[in-house]
């Protein structure tokens, strides 16, 4: 299926910007509960007035641990360059059923708290999600580039609360307005593959548009969320795509660009592409027994690149601890830089970075016509648990997108 498609804050903020019906009114400044209360039309108490639906888990563990709750606490501006959005669709991501499961514990909870001063488990209740289409309902005061009523997308970094809500909080350094040509659905189903894409190929592996003609690029896993947009970014800056599949996702993927498709279920992959010309570039999506043989693919002493996406370091920081995680991981890729370097190729990891500014040239080139989002499935927001069921079964054909405004 293929869809298309940076003020006031602290204490003192504009009610009107906030109200649920046209029906009321408000007028003036004051705290943020006296005007919450006059705003919010279902204004029953102060414990509803401050209080949203979302979807947490208030554990680790399978689908089980996801729970509704309409008392999710609503998200406060503590920094002047914060924004709140009110979200109209998010989508989910391999990351967000990992980190149900307690991946990446260790690491995350640094990031939360470097200090040590909370407690272990006071990240619950926790909200996940990582992808947002939504519009900016209250900006800081040092937030310049947005203002309430923006339609914006972004892609929130996993130690923040996360999008499955009513409302999130996010940096304006992560939010970009969201392209013109799509919907919200659309829209929230590329904020965190595209910037993962981008980082792997462009800022770790060094493409750019005047470099890629005509370069041989290999993609491992395709047909997924990550996998879809590096086709088509790699086909708008002229490189020769070979897409690594399933026979079923072969229409999906020479739909978007690819110019040669194998198929891993036919036969064995390595000999599929060692028929084939050496390669320039190489992403992996998949990981393990790949990246074993997958680097003889590449030309030696050309510069060619091998980039992965599976790494060790959130699983060496849980099981090891934080000090001796980042060392065993840097001894890690330090010895497989070294090892292939001396082959002749480059070995590098990456990792999703937010940034609205990448976002502000993805959303470029969306509108250009270059870029189309690939939804596998819509879910409604009552259907969270079956979204993330999807998701965990694998072989996805895009995204599974979820609609929030219409929570039915």
């Known amino acids: 299926m293929f869809l298309k498609g940076r003020a006031l804050g602290g204490k003192a903020w504009s009610c009107l910007s906030r109200c649920q019906s046209p029906s009321v009114v408000c007028v003036g400044k004051g705290t943020r509960l006296t005007q919450w209360l006059m705003c919010r039309e279902f204004h029953i108490s102060c414990q509803r007035c401050t209080i949203m639906p979302s979807w947490v888990i208030d554990r680790y563990g399978k689908n089980d641990v996801l729970r509704f709750t309409n008392n999710m606490m609503f998200p406060i501006i503590r920094y002047p360059n914060e924004v709140i959005v009110k979200v109209h669709a998010a989508s989910l991501n391999p990351i967000d059923v990992n980190m ?8 995350l909870r640094m990031k939360r708290d470097p200090l040590h001063i909370q407690s272990s488990g006071s990240e619950f209740p926790l909200t996940l999600g990582r992808d947002v ?3 900016i309902m209250e900006c800081g005061l040092n937030v310049k580039y947005f203002k309430p009523g923006d339609e914006v997308w972004a892609a929130i970094p996993p130690w923040k609360q996360g999008t499955l809500s009513e409302f999130v909080l996010a940096s304006g350094n992560e939010v970009s307005q969201k392209p013109r040509s799509l919907s919200h659905m659309e ?13 792997a190929m462009k800022q770790v592996g060094g493409l750019k548009e005047d470099n890629c003609s005509n370069k041989r690029i290999l993609i ?3 047909s997924g969320g990550v996998g879809t947009f590096a086709i088509q970014l790699m086909k708008v800056w002229g490189a020769h795509v070979t897409a690594v599949c399933s026979q079923d996702a072969r229409e999906l993927v020479q739909h978007l660009g690819a110019d040669h498709v194998i198929d891993y279920k036919a036969g064995d992959v390595k000999e599929q592409l060692k028929a084939l010309p050496l390669f320039d570039f190489i992403l992996d999506n998949v990981g393990g027994s790949t990246e074993e ?9 050309s510069g060619a690149t091998y980039v992965s996406l599976i790494t060790p370091f959130l699983v060496n920081v849980d099981r090891l601890g934080v000090a001796d995680g980042m060392l065993q991981t840097g001894v890690t890729i330090g010895t497989k830089v070294v090892k292939h370097l001396c082959k002749g190729i480059h070995y590098r990891w990456a990792f999703f970075a937010p940034s609205g500014p990448y976002l502000d040239e993805i959303a470029t080139l969306v509108d250009a016509g270059k870029i189309h989002p690939v939804i596998d499935q819509v879910f409604s927001f009552a259907d ?3 979204a993330f069921q999807k998701v965990e ?7 599974t997108v979820i609609s929030v405004t219409n929570k039915k």
Not at 293 to 301: H, T
Not at 393 to 399: I, S
Request: glycine share 16%.
């Open 100 to 107: 149900r499961s307690g991946y990446g514990v260790s690491a």
């Open 133 to 135: 289409s939504g519009i």
């Open 187 to 199: 829209a929230a189903s590329l904020p965190y593959v595209g910037l993962t894409a981008w980082s």
């Open 220 to 222: 491992f896993g395709a």
């Open 293 to 301: 043989w997958a680097p003889e693919l590449l030309k030696k002493w």
């Open 384 to 386: 969270v648990p079956k």
């Open 393 to 399: 079964e694998g072989h996805a054909r895009g995204k």
